[in-house]
């Protein structure tokens, strides 16, 4: 049996898709970006075999294909464990780590560009680590890192297409199924680029918006 | 002969050159004086052809810069050196004399590599053939700049502040040289604030001012009280240039 | 189950013939890339349609997920009679969307080159041709030479998506060999660090070329 024409149904099954890529993209967005900021302030104060290992770790995330990185946690882990995974924490786990990866460098960039001088000067006021960190450290860095992290969002985004090969149902496999049933793959993969176009640009619209906002109130880097 | 004849130049709504007519016949060295943002550098750039004219006439040898084709020729006829040098930085100092000598004039490539190497050591450089840009000095690099011009035995040479990114040292090696290519009857078309050497080597002295030339004398009238100098402009900015044990 | 990967071993033959065909596809990708982006990046610095053109087909194919693109490229080709097959279509990916990256790259290259160098060449009598072969060419590519090389190892990571339209590239081999020894998680984990080692490998032959190609412009340096 089969029904070649689109129907409402189809709208539908790829507004579903495209609300699980962004679901699944937000939530790993967000941890990655914690996680990531977490690794750099780790290096930033050199915690001795900890920021190695977590260095050598995400550099390693970060040079190799994430659709590797995906089968290694959904398939190697459970093989490993002895526990399955369902793929959607497969995915979530995947992605996170993958982005803490790229949200490392990034971060440790921007602290680097903060300046040792300005820590030196922040203790002998005798601020606390913590405190450093707070005032003088993340606002900074945030600002000087806001660029590359809008830049990241953009290609994470595009990155969660590749769950749907552990069977997530996000907006590629909403295609997928589309093409199965109507066998128009030509009208399908165009439909389903131009929504991750639509994304990724209304995306990026949003990134520059928080960049200007956030430029206005933290004043810029000493140079 | 280079004649510029009305020439007015706008920038937006800035009127940069504003009729300015000129000639620089063969032998000649003009220089042109004036202050910051008087449209020297505007002018040098429309007889090379590198800004459009939105009014006038700039014709080298009577090759119309306006055209395309024949400004393509008339650049064959004249070379500039510039203020900043603009050496090509990923070539060698001998591969920058001797690029536009080898695919502009199509001339073969030993030939030119010999010339290059005299014109080199003629200027103090013969151990720096096949060093690169970055490698050199301001003036060395201008040298080199000089050299480039040069290869391509032009009728015209225009010079735009050549020195005024040198400090006064390597300003003196540069002038030298220039000084020295006067004196061979070299025709130059020079732009400066060295007001003393255009006075020594210079046959004829302009004076833009705001985009208009002003004054066009022969250097002695130039620095006559009753006649350049009755300009009040004109004096007003030499005061400033020249430092006031040599004033005339 | 203990991690060990002498499992891997009977499978060296069946990994080596992937790790030859990612090669193959990978080098005519960037080969691919290199041109196509030098010429859209030669296109994006000017102000007529062409620029307009280069700009456009850059956004699209850097806000398209890559798997979309390759999905369009091998079943959506099809349905209109264009009919490529696997590797072909994996080139032709590589191409299209390293392409655009290095059309970016490119073109911040041209325009960071000084206009009076360009203004040196003009007014010496070179054609248009000759200036942006002998001048403008080789300055943007000494400057875009090393995120160049980012780009193209990023095409590396990203030619293990072609695992997903049957090509079997060294990801592909790998998934057949996690089938057949039920070891996924050492094949996995083997086939990360193999292509975190490539990547490492090839920055550092970039970087290398990168010093030797830019040496004249180190100021005191030998002449
Ligand atoms: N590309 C341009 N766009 C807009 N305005 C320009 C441009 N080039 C020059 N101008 C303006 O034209 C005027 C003349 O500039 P020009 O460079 O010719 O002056 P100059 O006499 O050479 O000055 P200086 O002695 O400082 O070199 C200046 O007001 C300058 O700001
Ligand atoms: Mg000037």
Redesign the interface.
Known sequence: MRHTGFTVHDGLLLAQGLGVSLGLFAGTFALGLVLGSAAAVVRHFRVPALGAALHAGLELLRNSPVLVQLFLVFFGIPALIHQPLTPVVAAGVTLSANTAAFVYFIAVAGLDAVGRDQVEAARVYGFSRAQLVRHILAPQAAAFALGPLVGLAVNQLQVTSLVSVIGVMDLTKAGDILNLRTLRPFAVWTMVGALYFAAAKGLTLLGHHWERRLRAHAPPLGF | MIAVEGVVKRFGTQTVLDGVSLTVAPGEVVTILGSSGSGKSTLIRCINGLERLDGGRITVDGLDVANPRQLAQARRLSATVFQLFNLYPHMTVLRNVTLAPEVVLKRPEPEVAAEARALLASVGLADKADAYPAQLSGGQRQRVGICRALAMNPRYLLLDEVTSALDPEMTAEVLAILGRLASQGTTMLFVTHEVEFARRISTRIVFLDQGRLIVDLPTADFFDPARGLAHPRINQFLSKMTPVGERP | ?R?DLTVLLPHLDALLAGVLLTAEVCALGIVGAFALGTGLGLAATTHGWPGRLARFYVD?F????????V??LY??????GVYIDAFWTGVMALTLVGGAYASDVVRSGILAI?P??V????????SRL?IFR??VL??AL?TALQPLGSVF?NLV??S??L??ITLDEV?GA??GV?AET????????F???A??GL??AVSLGVGALHRRLN???????R?
């Open positions: 189950m991690f699209v850097r806000n398209v997920p890559f798997v979309v693109q999905f369009f079943y959506g080709l099809p349905e209109v000084e009076g160098v203004e040196a060449a003009r007014v010496s009598g070179l000759s002998r001048i080789p300055i000494r190892v990571l990203s293990s998506i695992s997903m990801t790998a998934r996690a039920y070891r996924p998680f050492e094949v996995y984990a086939l990360l660090v292509y975190a990547t490492y040496r004249h412009l180190v100021a005191g340096g002449a």
